[in-house]
């Protein structure tokens, strides 16, 4: 199915430094959805947004969606170590269309 | 949040054999449940659309005699690889909507070798 737009591939930062990936697409979303994936298991929910504009925390992580609906955006402030992974992109138009980024894989240094 | 479960989590099989994999949605029920396939550091590849009580819809490309999608209840689905290649090797992921359906929940995954 189609894959949405995630970016930047991959990231390696310094323990300490905030991140921020986003999401992007050509057609408009009803809800994003950010998810985490450590290596061997499957994703797991950080974020669910089902509104254009609204702004999520969950801990250390911020997600937006995007007012244009087309986009969506994740922080994640003071990494530590347990960041490591890949962070996915959700989104979800009607009936079960549900359309996946490429994923970002975040190497966090020590 | 919702939980959705996966056995076995690994599984070797002869090629030439059937596999079965299993995907429970613990604590709602789901009407609707999906069946990935991916490969080390891509994305999910979606594979198949199961409905409860109604057969599967398989996207582009996937062979729906080969990747056997059953559905029999709001808390059950399952996938069956028949006569496993070494090629269908990979990790299988299933995933639950819940309420809506505009939220998706995935199982721990499930990873098949065939020899």
């Known amino acids: 199915g189609q894959q949405l737009n995630q970016s930047p591939q991959s990231m390696f930062i310094q323990e300490g430094e905030d991140v921020s990936m986003n999401c992007t697409s050509s057609s408009i979303f009803n809800t994003w959805l950010w998810y985490k994936q450590d290596p061997g298991e499957g994703p797991v929910l950080l974020i669910a947004l089902y509104k254009a504009g609204e702004l999520t925390s969950n801990g250390r992580l911020t997600a937006q969606f995007g007012i244009t609906r087309k986009d969506s955006f994740l922080n994640i402030s003071a990494s530590i170590p347990s960041d490591v992974g890949i962070y996915f992109c959700?989104?979800?138009?009607?009936?079960?269309?549900?359309?996946f980024g490429t994923g970002t894989s975040l190497t966090v240094i020590p | 949040g919702a939980v959705v479960s996966q056995h076995p989590s690994w599984v070797i099989c002869k090629s030439g054999t059937s596999v079965k994999i299993e995907c429970r949605s613990l604590?709602?029920?789901?009407?609707?449940m999906f069946w990935y396939r991916q490969f080390p550091k891509q994305s999910l590849m979606l594979m198949a659309t199961?409905?409860?009580?109604?057969?599967?819809?398989?996207e582009q490309g996937v062979e729906k005699d080969k990747f056997l999608i059953n559905h029999a209840s709001l808390t059950l689905s399952t996938l069956t690889v028949t006569s496993a290649h070494p090629e269908d090797s990979s990790f299988y992921i299933c995933?639950?909507?819940?309420?809506?359906?505009?939220?998706?929940?995935f199982g721990e995954g499930s990873w098949l070798t065939v020899v």
């Open positions: 995933s639950a909507s819940l309420g809506s359906g505009n939220t998706i929940y």
């Open positions: 604590d709602f029920q789901a009407t609707t």
């Open positions: 959700a989104g979800h138009k009607t009936g079960n269309q549900f359309y």
């Open positions: 199961s409905n409860e009580g109604s057969k599967a819809t398989y």
